[in-house]
RNA sequence: CCGGAGGUGGCAGAGUGGCCAAUUGCAGCUGACUGUAAAUCAGCCGGGAUUUCCCUGCGAGGGUUCGAAUCCUUCCCUCCGGA
């Protein structure tokens, strides 16, 4: 049969742009629904400090939302991707693509044109075309063995087992245990990647990209604001309460960001507020420069400058455009 | 005004005669990233030329020395204590 190819909204770029905001416009305008690509709203309970609440002011004045499984409703317009884990599992990219495409599917059947908001770089590639090594399962015993290995000892368990994988390797990575120990565990298995690339590649949507940016400066003092906010709207009790529900600090630690660093507060290794905020805000400025780096390589994307006052107008002509 | 401590690169903070353009942390910049990606990792970080080259440089000026951020001296400033 000849299928149409999907139409697929993307809206991309660092955090603090108003990604989101935007999405719920267009969603509005287009009947649309939302998707998260956002590798830490999927847990359930890190609300404040993902951004699920978008801003403030949605919840004070607008504040017509509620939580479903898997999605939340804002004024009648579903955001998906959200809540769909408990935080002390982990959550990988390979269930990110399971999940979205259902969502996805389903949006689709409805009529509906899905709208994917990402933040993180990596999902949205894996769901868009595919990750090779993507169905190569964790296989948490080697790992476990892996870890204790010092990184000269990595190093070598990897020229031995697969010099070919070590030989494709680039510098920084050859130094950075993590992918030294998904190479080992890729080179252990007998999946080729050709076999899990076409496990998970689709490839039958027509997207249109739509990317928002901002000078830096700007950029960073949104962000600065927007910590600042965070913590008046509870980000801190938010953490608390994880942590009484059973989320380890440890674990918080790996959710990186907000979670790590106010793990690191309630533990008493920060001690006063004002160092706390500064260190927030910078980990964040470090967070959307490697964003920025993600996306910049990313193909057919139009910018915005959210700046330009005109840019929802622009992006909405242009959607139009390409929609209907 | 007296006594004490001190002024180092955007900030914090080492260095106390040559190995110092100056440890380190933060901030900043660039980049990598094929199942933890808000993670993880690499590089740069006074200016310029851009393989061990040049210039400016550790509050300011002067001095000692082959050589000073480091010693002496004068001045300016900050902090603490006393008047």
Redesign the pocket.
Known sequence: MVLKKMKLLIILGPTSTGKTDLALKLAKKFNGEVIAC????VYVG?DI???KLPGGKWKMENGKWKKGKGFWEINGIKIWMYDVIDPKR??????FVKDANQVIDGIIARGKLPIIVG?????LKAVLSG????????NRKL?KELEKLSLKKLQEKLQKISPKKWGRM????R?????L??AVE?ASTDFT?EESLRATIRGDFNTLKIGLTAP?QVL?QRIDERVVSRIYQGMIEEVKQLYESGLSFKRMR???????ILANYLEGKITNEEELVK?LQ??I???A???I??F??EKNVLWFDIMDQNFPGEVEKIVNRWYY
């Open positions: 956002d590798s830490r709203q890190l400090g993902t951004g982990q959550y990988t990219v390979y269930d933040g993180t770089g990596l999902y990750l090779p090594n993507l169905a190569i399962p964790v790992r680039n510098n920084s990575d130094q950075n245990p993590r992918r120990i998904r890729i990647s830096r960073y790996q959710l990186g960001l907000e979670y790590g260190i910078g980990e400025h470090g967070f420069r490697r964003q780096t993600w910049k390589k």
